[in-house]
């Protein structure tokens, strides 16, 4: 009997092991297919599609082909699931062989259904789909589709496991537009050469003496100081870390330190009369025997100091011009914000970016640790919010991480996972501290918790096993009874909402808050302002774009609104706030919420709380909270009314920084080209002739020098006060931002030109005025020829002095492609930045020469051109003419 026994399980386990193999060899077999992903019509309801009926927000969908391409023997069996990612729901899917499902966020499966026939040998198979809204750039496919079978180990499909996405999505043509009648202009060679053409080309030696950002006033004179023997830095004005810092910026630039030429700083405010008497205001005189930076502060000599290194050329002879400067910021706020929630960014990475942000005069690093896709930063006694929180892989219990998501496949193994230990995060607040700059950290909630939610949930789960329920219950951030029916803005359920109503959420809150606190008192940088998120706390399907079935009304989706509840609608722990009359109604709970965090910032002496303006509507004004300070991130739109509505924030007593997404969201692309990368719900572009062309004092002013997401111009008028701007801060969203590299393609070189608006008010500039309106290209309002000509100036400092400091700090920046034409058989080149080298190539990139706009060659059929950048190590885009 015994053996009998033996011999059962035997042939069971061989059974097992034997179905394992055969669905690992299934999903290996699926994984070598080639996939490809078509964008079909973007304008489907235009074109006989029933947008409307199928739920489609403001009835917008689009088509798309996604094609198998199976070299191999035909695969009949229906055991297999390609899991995939998608910023864009799925509303249907149009070949009955496959289904497609959402699972959380932006994952999906697409299965087999009964009537599955099989993958041909040698042969493609198409499925038609449609998404809700438009895919116009690349960068709205994802990455990493992988393939499943019952408990295999999933296996990536091989030719999208790249960054380089033009391997399996097929450039998008003519589907560009987001409307037929869209007036934004495609980049073409030629669009873009006639662009850059109004853009006058300074000469090199006109720049002598420019510092950037640019000074109150400056005056140069004849003479040069040769700095070739080195500078001696009399920096006793300054911390060790920061002279440490500010010798490594003169290394970097070639510039010995320790011997040669005299460089005095000291510190005297009483040398400074208002409105010149703030900090980071400086004096800089740059005389032939010695350089004196005279500060405000410990900030303003630092910034005096970093004007003396603007000066210096990157390339030849490190020679500057005697001049003297008076300065001092325009802005105390001048931020950049950088998300490593979504995904992650490397320490090496933040390094860089505060070095550069320091030496364009940046002072305030706003670290957007947590969100939906992963929580960054170690909490010491909160071990699963990084054992958790911080991974993504195929788990679908999410017991062990989170769920894949924005291309990151089902490995952990690149920047969908990554966090933060807390020596890393002191490492980071000194070195800012070093450089002047101020850490301000933020905790997203309650919207955009699910990776803290998640974690929470992990470690409820640990403690309750061993009959630890207190403490299980103690940090936890669901209410385990609410049903709520609700989906956030990024296709999260009521998992990626923060309960407000718990004492346990304010618990979390409280440690959170305190943990980070002791790592800014160990750096030495004491936290002064906790920035609490609060942005987007609502279900996306009550929004103004949907209509209910019942009662549609067109032009929107229509859909089932009596199964949609707003977040934390049926949770009890927030009934019973409601019925006690502590808040008005369930839309009030995200500015209730804000306002019990500002109270626990407060106990913690922590002076300002800031959070992006939705987290805080509901308050009556900043004295409903109880920090002495208030900032608000303002992110509406201009077009949509942000040139309005940001002067109520201010004059119900917040303190405003203007952060809006048409101008500062640096996750934009730079152009209107389907190859270029990022989102673009709020503008179709952003370069940096647009950012520079920003009036953040005055926003009504803008909608003379800009357009509205679809191209058209707009005006512009407010008749309310406006107290004006506390800052400004731009801001990189992370979503298809996945590794480092794209990440400093993105910022820079747009993060100098943030810099120059945020420290220097130029001149074209218009003061605030109630009621006056600003009409597009009707009214005159602006001195267009000025702003011209300040642009040219600074695209050439730029093109012809920063890219190659840039260069040398190693930093991955995008080269702008450049514009060209062909005219009677002579080709022409210029490009955005001027100074900036571009080739070309006659043989389909096989050779490529140096273009010399003073030789301009002979050419015939197709030419390829692409910037160089000016260390010659790397490319722009290519694009062609003809």
């Known amino acids: 009997m015994k053996r009998l026994q033996r011999s059962v399980l035997a042939l069971a386990l061989a059974g097992l092991m034997s179905s394992a193999w055969a669905d690992q060899e299934l999903a290996n077999k699926l994984s070598q297919f080639t996939l490809n992903y078509a964008v079909q019509d973007n304008h489907a309801q235009q074109h006989g599609v029933d947008c409307a009926a199928l739920g489609a927000d403001w009835a917008a969908c689009s088509k798309a082909v996604i094609t198998l391409t199976n070299h191999g023997d035909a695969l009949t069996d229906r055991n297999w699931t390609i899991w995939f990612h998608s910023i864009r729901q799925i509303l ?242 001048r931020a950049i914000h950088l998300d490593v929630g979504r995904n992650f960014h490397s320490k090496a990475a933040v390094l860089r970016l505060l070095d550069q942000m320091a030496a364009y005069k940046l002072n305030k690093f706003h670290f957007h640790l947590s969100d939906d896709e992963g929580w960054r930063l170690e909490i010491p006694g909160l071990p699963e919010l990084t054992e958790t929180g911080a991974k993504r892989c195929h788990d679908l219990t999410e017991k062990r991480c989170l769920l894949p998501q924005l291309g990151s496949g089902p490995e952990s193994n690149n920047n969908g996972s990554g966090y933060f230990t807390r020596a890393d995060y002191i490492e980071i607040v000194k070195y800012a501290a070093a450089r002047h700059i101020e850490v301000i950290p933020e905790i997203d909630m309650p919207a955009h918790a699910r990776a803290a939610v998640v974690s929470m949930e992990a470690r409820y789960a640990r403690l309750m096993e061993v009959g630890k329920a207190q403490e299980a219950n103690h940090y936890r951030l669901l209410d385990p009874a609410d049903t709520s ?196 719900w709020g503008t179709r572009f952003s370069d940096e002739r647009k950012i520079f062309s920003f009036a953040p004092d005055n926003l009504p002013q803008n909608a003379e020098t800009s357009v509205d997401r679809d191209g058209n111009t707009f005006s512009a008028k407010s008749d309310k ?20 590299k794209q990440m400093e393609y993105m910022i820079y070189p747009r993060l100098i030109v943030v810099a120059e608006r945020a420290w220097h008010r130029a001149a074209w500039e218009q003061d605030y005025q109630a009621g006056r309106e600003y009409k597009g290209q009707e009214t005159q309002w602006v001195d267009k020829k000025a702003l011209a000509s300040d642009w040219a100036r600074f695209a050439s400092l730029i093109g012809h002095r920063e890219l190659a400091k840039l260069d040398k700090a190693g930093i991955q920046y995008r080269l702008p492609v450049p514009g060209a034409r062909v005219e009677k058989g002579i080709l022409e080149i210029n490009t955005s930045l001027p100074g900036l080298a571009a080739e070309y190539s006659t043989d389909n990139g096989k050779n490529w020469l140096c273009y010399d706009n003073k030789a301009r060659p002979q050419v015939e059929g197709e030419v390829l051109i692409r910037a160089v950048s000016p260390d010659g190590q790397r490319y722009s885009r290519v694009d062609s003419v003809k």
Not at 228 to 240: E, H, I, N
Not at 621 to 646: I, Y
């Open 92 to 333: 249907k899917v149009e070949n009955e062989q496959f289904k497609v499902t959402h699972i959380m966020g932006d994952l999906h499966k697409l299965e087999p259904t009964d009537k599955f026939t099989g993958f041909p040998a040698n042969q493609a198979v198409t499925i038609p789909i449609i998404n809700e809204y438009w895919q116009l750039f690349i960068t709205d496919v994802l990455p990493r589709w992988y393939v499943t079978s019952d408990d295999s180990r999933p296996v990536i499909i091989a030719n999208t496991d790249t960054e380089d996405l033009a391997r399996f999505v097929s450039p998008l043509g003519e589907q560009w537009r987001r409307t037929p009648d869209d007036k934004n202009v495609l980049m073409t060679a030629e669009a873009r050469y006639n662009k850059n053409s109004d853009v006058a080309l300074p000469d090199a030696a006109a720049l002598r003496g420019e510092i950037v950002p640019t000074p109150k006033t400056v005056t140069v004179h004849a003479e040069n100081v040769d700095l070739s023997r080195g500078v001696v830095l009399d920096l006793a004005s300054l911390s060790p870390a920061s002279r440490e810092a500010v010798a490594s910026r003169f290394a970097q630039l070639g510039v010995k330190t320790g011997q040669g030429y005299p460089v005095n700083t000291l510190v005297a405010p009483d040398d400074f009369q208002k409105p010149e008497a703030v900090s980071g205001a400086y004096r800089l005189q740059i005389k032939p025997q010695e350089t004196i930076v005279t500060g405000y502060d410990a900030a303003g000599v630092f910034y005096g100091l970093q004007s003396l290194l603007s000066l210096l050329p990157a390339q030849g002879k490190p020679q500057i011009a005697t001049l003297e400067a008076s300065d001092a910021p325009r802005f105390s706020w």
């Open 485 to 680: 029916n609700t989906t956030g803005v990024q296709y999260y359920d009521r998992t990626g909402y923060l309960n407000p109503c718990l004492a346990s959420s304010r618990n979390f809150v409280d440690k959170v808050i305190s943990e980070i606190q002791l790592m800014h008192k160990e750096a030495g940088q004491p936290l002064t302002v906790w920035h609490a998120g609060g942005d987007e706390a609502k279900n996306i399907y009550l929004g103004t774009g949907y209509t209910d079935k019942s009662h549609p009304e067109e032009g929107k989706g229509i859909i089932d609104l009596s199964k949609q509840n707003k977040p934390w609608e049926k949770s009890p722990a927030c009934k019973k706030l409601l019925e006690r009359g502590e808040v008005a109604d369930v839309e009030h709970l995200s500015s209730y919420f804000g306002i019990e965090i500002s109270k626990l910032v407060n106990a913690h002496g922590i002076s300002a709380m800031q959070a992006w303006q939705d987290g805080l509507k509901d308050a009556k004004d900043a004295s409903a909270f109880s920090t002495r300070q208030v900032n608000v991130n303002f992110w509406d739109t201009l077009f949509w009314g942000g040139f309005d509505t940001a002067n109520d924030w201010a004059n119900k007593g917040f303190r405003v920084i203007v952060s809006n997404p048409d101008y500062l969201y640096l996750d934009f692309p730079y152009e209107v080209n389907p190859a270029e990368s990022g989102y673009y």
């Open 721 to 740: 006060p406006w107290p004006g701007a506390l800052g400004l801060s731009a801001q990189l969203w992370s979503e298809v931002v996945r590794t480092d």
